[in-house]
């Protein structure tokens, strides 16, 4: 194995931190990386042979964002090696890993090793802490823990260890917010510079006179508010107001990062 290949969805970059750090510890070379959240591209990349895959994914309500599986399914490999990453917001990783343990199973890689690591949650606000600047030094110490240990498993590739990755069939249900939610513009702030149409994974957002968001497409991400220059983007509506206080009261005890290999 001589090369390396990384693929991640990551809105507000956490996932991209981790997954980074993770293949710059591995000693192979790198020779491609795809953010599919900016990447509005069709054709996804065709994992090549004799590389080595890693795929990085954040945790939406348990599960993997669905954006990001339509991005992901289209990926072909032929039975080459991937390990996969999950990133959660310091509450659970539930059925998340599993899940992307099947759908990069069925894109034909082969998968070798799996992580969940902690970010901060795209809900975290100053007032309201959730995993705060994380991943943070240990974190990432961990990620290079991480690599050695793949290094290691590389070496025997053939070895037919089973991966007990945990999670339940059937999946948690997917929850999702009414579309009347999602960030809003204070128009005294904003200076329509269009960071936050960027930002958006999933092309909710356009400047007519002001910004407009199609609450239909806004997966809450929060892209679009950590981005924002002039603090014009809000998500503060009375349920995620409430989904974030019981988020900062329940879930601050600090989790560690969970390997599987
Ligand atoms: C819609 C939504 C749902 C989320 N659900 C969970 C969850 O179930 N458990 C959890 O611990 N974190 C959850 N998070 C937090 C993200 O998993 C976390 O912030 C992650 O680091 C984001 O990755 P990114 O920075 O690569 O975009 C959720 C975030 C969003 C936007």
Do not use: W
């Not at 390396?4 to 293949?23: A, F, N």
């Not at 790198?30 to 990349?45: D, G, Q, T």
């Not at 339509?70 to 509450?91: F, T």
């Not at 924002?228 to 989790?255: G, H, M, Y």
Request: aromatic share 6%; proline share 6%; charged share 25%.
């Amino acid at each position: 194995m001589e090369t390396l290949s990384l693929i991640y969805y990551s809105p507000t970059k956490t996932t991209q931190k981790i997954v980074r750090e993770i293949g710059q510890n591995m000693g192979l070379k790198l020779i491609s990386e795809n953010n599919i959240a900016e990447n509005k591209i069709e054709s996804m990349p065709k994992a090549a042979n004799n590389c080595l895959t890693i795929i990085g994914m954040p945790v939406y309500a348990g599960r993997l964002p669905i954006t990001a599986i339509d991005r992901l399914k289209k990926i072909q490999s032929n039975q080459s090696p991937v390990v996969i990453v999950v990133v959660y917001g310091n509450r659970d990783y539930d059925d998340s890993l599993l899940e992307l343990n099947e759908i990069a199973s069925n894109c034909g890689f082969k998968v070798i090793a799996g992580a969940a690591f902690i970010g901060e949650h795209s809900y975290s606000t100053n007032e309201k802490p959730i995993a705060k600047n994380r991943p943070d030094q240990q974190d990432l110490e961990k990620c290079r823990d991480f690599a050695r240990m793949i290094t290691e498993k590389l070496k025997d590739i053939n070895s037919r260890s089973e991966l007990n990755i945990p999670g339940n069939y059937p999946y948690k249900e997917r929850k999702q917010l009414p579309a009347t939610i999602h960030p809003e513009t204070d128009n005294d702030r904003c200076n329509q510079c269009g960071i936050c149409v960027d930002s958006c994974p999933a092309n909710a957002i356009t400047i007519q006179e002001t910004v407009i968001t199609n609450g239909e497409l806004c997966t809450l991400c929060c892209a679009c508010v950590k981005y924002c220059p002039d603090e014009a983007r809000t998500l503060d509506t009375p349920i995620v107001n409430t989904i974030r206080e019981n988020l900062f009261l329940n879930c601050s005890i600090r989790k560690e990062p969970e390997y599987f290999i």
